[in-house]
């Protein structure tokens, strides 16, 4: 069963950074597009990068970047420079397909992780 687990969030001052994780168990990356999305409250859920099974990301969110690491079968998503506006719930999905789409859009993933909340305060 493919489980999605996400870690790394947290408060933060404006212009501080943070690297969210999300470690993937019951499939391996190399099948698999993974997805990373935030919901800010009374807002909608939007795609924030995706890295497809070949490493090849695609990012919509300039200040962010998407990395993985096979060996630990888990994707990151780097974190700088932040805004108060980028205060949401960070999720990780996963897509049954292994390229990304030119937009990442929530209903295209299969799977999801909890989420992980990322605060933006001073």
């Known amino acids: 069963q493919l489980q999605l687990v996400e870690s790394g969030g947290g408060l933060v001052q404006p212009g501080g950074s943070l690297r969210l994780s999300c470690a993937a168990s019951g499939f391996t990356l190399d099948h698999y597009a993974i997805g990373w999305f935030r919901q800010a409250p009374g807002k909608e859920r939007e795609g924030v990068s995706c890295?497809?099974?070949?490493g090849y990301a695609n990012s919509e969110k300039g200040r962010f970047t998407i990395s993985r690491d096979t060996a630990k079968n888990t994707v990151y998503l780097q974190m700088n420079s932040l805004k108060p506006e980028d205060t949401a719930v960070y999720y990780c999905?996963?897509?049954?397909?292994?390229?990304?789409?030119?937009?990442?859009?929530?209903?295209?993933?299969?799977?999801w992780g909890q989420g992980t909340q990322v605060t933006v305060s001073s």
């Open positions: 999905a996963a897509r049954s397909v292994w390229y990304c789409s030119k937009y990442v859009t929530p209903s295209e993933y299969n799977a």
């Open positions: 890295i497809d099974s070949s």
